[in-house]
């Protein structure tokens, strides 16, 4: 479960004290932080795979052709929650070299549907990261 520190879920762009009161200002908040943070929480809440403790989706690690891109999911029955996170600050066009998520996905973030390929390249944005829901 991430952590969020104060004002972080409304894009709020200053460092807070650690030691002395130092209250949000909710107003103006940025929609673009404030309905992504929302959609989070609602794929935790929503998807079996990412459920706590002894009934957690199984983590499984598919390993890519790029450094500093890690591709992940957490899968319980039928449930598969896939991310993927690039840390590189260049778009990455990357391949899998071993097992590839298998089925259809939705987009979760995006919309829209993806079935993977081994033949097929996948693109991501610098610092970027998408999230897909089977």
Same mark, same amino acid.
Not at 67 to 84: P, Q
Not at 88 to 95: G, L, S
Not at 103 to 110: A, H, P, Q, T, V
């Given at each position: 479960m991430p952590l969020l520190y104060n004002g972080q879920e409304i894009g709020m762009n200053k460092s807070m004290s650690l030691f002395n009161p130092d209250p949000v200002q909710w107003d103006p908040a940025n929609k673009i932080y404030l309905n992504l943070f929302k959609k989070l929480t609602l794929l935790k809440r929503t998807q079996s795979a990412l459920e706590d403790g002894a009934g957690r989706g199984? !983590? &499984? %690690?598919?390993?890519?052709? @790029?450094? =500093?891109? #890690? /591709?992940? +999911?957490? @899968? &319980?029955?039928?449930?598969?929650? !896939? %991310?993927? !996170?690039?840390?590189? =600050? /260049?778009? /990455?066009? *990357? &391949?899998?070299? $071993?097992? %590839?998520?298998?089925? +259809? #996905? @939705?987009?979760?973030? =995006?919309?829209?549907?993806?079935? *993977?390929?081994?033949?097929?390249?996948? %693109? !991501?944005?610098? @610092? $970027?990261?998408? /999230?897909f829901v089977k």
């Open positions: 199984a !983590l &499984k %690690i598919y390993p890519t052709n @790029k450094d =500093n891109l #890690f /591709v992940y +999911s957490r @899968k &319980k029955g039928d449930n598969e929650v !896939l %991310i993927m !996170l690039n840390f590189n =600050n /260049v778009a /990455v066009n *990357f &391949k899998w070299t $071993g097992e %590839i998520p298998s089925g +259809s #996905f @939705k987009d979760y973030l =995006n919309d829209g549907q993806k079935t *993977f390929s081994s033949s097929e390249g996948n %693109i !991501l944005m610098e @610092k $970027g990261y998408a /999230v």
